[in-house]
């Protein structure tokens, strides 16, 4: 009768690792990570540029050569920490990438909440792209204060609520389609 027991707690053990390794797996495929930001002064506005780890399975790779457009939101925040009270909201600003497919051309199109389009032809290249960001002006020299310390956060997430609505159902629950990156900070000061 012991023996049954640790019989069954030793598979219950093999299973839960198994599922465990499985999700990780899942995970490693799907994940979006902020390698890098930082924030350049260029005469009276301040730019943003960051480098993402990007990496997606092939059911999202299938739905944009399919031509579902993938929307991809980038939020940035900037805020001025304080010692007995919540930070201080300085900055919000949100950007929109959307990775579609042109089938009469036969290109990979990157365009931008500000309407820029990149065209590209695979998809490679286009992901590739997709994965840096290069002076997005991101707020003003009146917005802050010379010398003052900042904190700046940084997210990327795909965007369910683009995407066609019966595919918004099927993925409700697939881990598969839940891309967001963690938020990434850093300091900022305002030498200038």
């Known amino acids: 009768m012991h023996c049954l027991k640790k019989f069954k707690l030793s598979i219950f053990l093999v299973i839960w690792i198994s599922l465990f390794l499985r999700s990780t797996s899942f ?5 979006i990570v902020v390698n890098r930001a930082d924030i350049n002064k260029q005469f009276e506005a301040y730019f943003l540029n960051a480098e993402f780890d990007l990496s997606f399975n092939e059911d999202i790779d299938e739905a944009v ?15 001025k920490p304080r010692k007995y009270w919540f930070d201080k909201d300085i900055v919000k600003k949100s950007k929109e990438l959307i990775l579609s497919y042109h089938a009469l051309s036969r290109q990979f199109i ?13 998809l490679t290249q286009a992901k590739n792209e997709l994965k840096q960001i290069r002076n997005w002006r991101v707020f003003d020299k009146s917005q802050i204060d010379k010398l003052d310390k900042y904190v700046a956060y940084l997210k990327i ?3 369910q609520t683009k995407l066609p609505k019966q595919l918004q159902v099927d993925i409700t629950s697939n881990q598969e389609w839940q891309l967001a990156s963690k938020s990434f900070q850093w300091a900022f000061v305002n030498k200038k």
């Open 110 to 122: 990157l365009s931008e909440s500000g309407n820029r389009l990149t065209a590209f032809d695979n």
């Open 65 to 79: 050569r399919k031509g579902i457009p993938i929307s991809f939101i980038i939020d940035f925040e900037l805020k």
């Open 157 to 159: 997430r795909l965007d």
């Open 27 to 31: 995970a490693l495929d799907n994940s």
